[in-house]
C-alpha cells in the first residue's frame, strides 16, 4: 500500500466541521501508510459548479449552437480545456483511490461537488462509448462515497421516512462511480452526527479510521440492481 | 386555470437547445390559457451554485463554527438572506405550479439547478421538523421534473445498461419535492433528443403542448418506494 495515491475530493465549508475532522482522518492514515494524498478543498478553491462555455479556452465546434458535452470531449481532445479542469483530471489521473468527503445534500451531492463531477468527468476522460460501467476509463481506480447525513440511519431504513439509503446512494454509485469504471468500495455513512453526542462522534471517526487501515485489502461492492431494489 | 401562477426552473446553457424549446412551449401554453408565468434562467442569472456564509448577510449565529443548514434557517427566519435567494424564495412562494426543465446530468439535475434547490429550500421556508413529506411546506403546490436524456428509454428500462429511470427520479422527487410536500406530477421526459430525427424531436415538443393542455387536472403520482422499487 506505500506509494499507493490517494485524492480526497472534499466539500464543507467549515474546517472544524466532522466533514472535515473524517478527511484530516483520512490524511493521517494514509501518510503513515507511505501513500501521498492530494485534496481538492471545493469550498476553499471556489471551485466553479456550473458547466458553461467558459470551460472550453478554444474556438467552440459549434458556437450557433452550444451542447456542454460534445464540445468539450472535443476540447479534451484537443487539450484546450480550461486550466481548472484540467488539473482535477490529472489528480484523478494519478489517484489510485478518490475519495467523496461530503455532506448529503436533499439526498445527494453538495452542487459545488456535483459541478465537479460535471466538468471533470469528462467523455474521453472518464468514459467513451463503449467504454462505459465496467469498461470504463478509470476501471484501475477505486472510489468511496464518505458522508454525513442529517437524518438517522433508523429514518434512512427500508421502512424509514426517507427510505433504504441504497435507494439514494443508486445514482451516485451506479450512474457516476461505476459508469466511468470506478470499482466502488462501500459507502462510509456517518449518520446524523450534528443530532449526537461528543462520544458518538469520535467513534465515527475511529471507526473510519480503523477500516481505512485495511482499505486496499477491500473488495468493491456490486452496483447492479439487485443489490440495491430487493 | 386561468390566473395560475407557473414558474419554470429552467438550466440550460442554450437557448436553441431542446430544453429551450422545451420550456418556450410551456410559456406559450400557459399564456394562452391566462396563467402567468415567472422563469428563472439559471445560466443566464449567472446563478450561484455553492453554498457559502455569503448566503447570510447579518451576522453569524455561529462564527466560530459554520453551519450552512442552522444559519441559513435562523437569516430566512429574521430576513437576512442574500437577496439572491429571498427572490427564488418569493417566486416559489407565488407559484402554484413549479417545473424545472433540464438535461439529466449524471443521473441528476445539472450542478447549477442543484444549488438553486440547495440554497433556496432553506429550512422555515419549504420544510421543518416535524413539517416534511405530506406536511412539507410547499404542500398546496405542484411539482414537475421536465427532462431530457442522453440515454436511449431502452438503456433507462428494467434490464436496460443505466437501469429503470424510477431509480434515479427517487432522489429528487421524494427526497426533495415529496419532502418539501410538493405533491408531485408524473415526469416529462424526452429520451435522448440528439440522437433522433427532427420529427421525432418535434413530436416530444407536441406531446409537452398537449400534456400542457390539461395538466391543471392531472393528479399527483405516488412518491413512496412501492411505486419505484417494484
Redesign the interface.
Known sequence: MAGKKVLIVYAH??P??MNGSLKNVAVDVFQKQGCSVDISD??SM??I?????NDITGELCNP??????AETMEAFKKGVLCEEIIKEQKKVQEADLVIFQFPL????????M??W???V?VQGFAFDFPS??YNGLLKEKLAILSFTT?GTEEMFS?NG????IR??L???Q???MH?CGFKVLAPQISYAP?YTGDKERKDMLLSWAKRLETIWEEQPIEC??PW??Q
Not at 459548479?49 to 462555455?53: D, E, G, L, Q
Not at 450557433?64 to 458535452?69: A, K, T, V
Open positions: 465549508q467549515e472544524k466541521s471545493l469550498y471556489n471551485f459548479a456550473a458547466a458553461t462555455r450557433q449552437h452550444f451542447r456542454y458535452g445534500y436533499w439526498f445527494s451531492f453538495p452542487a459545488i456535483k459541478g463531477i460535471d466538468r468527468f462505459i460501467y442529517g427500508k421516512v426517507s427510505g433504504d435507494y439514494l443508486w445514482p451516485m451506479h450512474g457516476i459508469f450534528e447492479t440492481p440495491y431494489f
